[in-house]
Nanobody, 129 residues
Framework: QVQLAESGGGLVQAGGSLRLSCAAS??????????MGWFRQAPGKEREFVAA????????SYGDPVKGRFTISRDNAKNTAYLQMNSLKGEDTAVYYC????????????????????WGQGTQVTVSS
């Protein structure tokens, strides 16, 4: 069974930064073989794609609202993915979710909610203006 645990959320002023972490656990699950993604969901809105990284780390994708401000990365040795968020805005306020693809060494990094098999519980990010 795969478990994902997000951490690092909190309250930050507009223009500030936060780094989210996603620690994966499971007897045989190693994130080094799977694409990882970050999504967010604000109250009353659908879950939105934020960023994704391929299993190799060689391909990255970002949602338009966060391009140039957010960076996704991974540390395979720690079995952890990260989301560095800079220049935060009020519209970035949401619950942020980490997700893992179930396809071993997929040819691409998924960007749709339905393409991910495993999800964390989410961490709240609130940006005050």
């Amino acid at each position: 069974q795969v478990q994902l645990a997000e951490s690092g959320g909190g309250l930050v002023q507009a223009g500030g930064s936060l780094r989210l972490s996603c620690a994966a656990s499971g007897r045989t699950f190693r994130i080094g073989n799977y694409a990882m993604g970050w999504f967010r969901q604000a109250p009353g809105k659908e879950r939105e794609f934020v960023a994704a990284i391929s299993w190799s780390g060689g391909s990255l994708s970002y949602g338009d609202p966060v391009k140039g401000r957010f960076t996704i990365s991974r540390d395979n040795a720690k079995n952890t993915a990260y989301l560095q968020m800079n220049s935060l805005k009020g519209e970035d306020t949401a619950v942020y979710y980490c997700a893992a693809d179930a396809t071993w060494r997929s040819a691409h990094e998924p960007t749709a909610v339905g393409e991910y098999e495993y999800w964390g519980q989410g961490t709240q990010v609130t940006v005050s203006s």
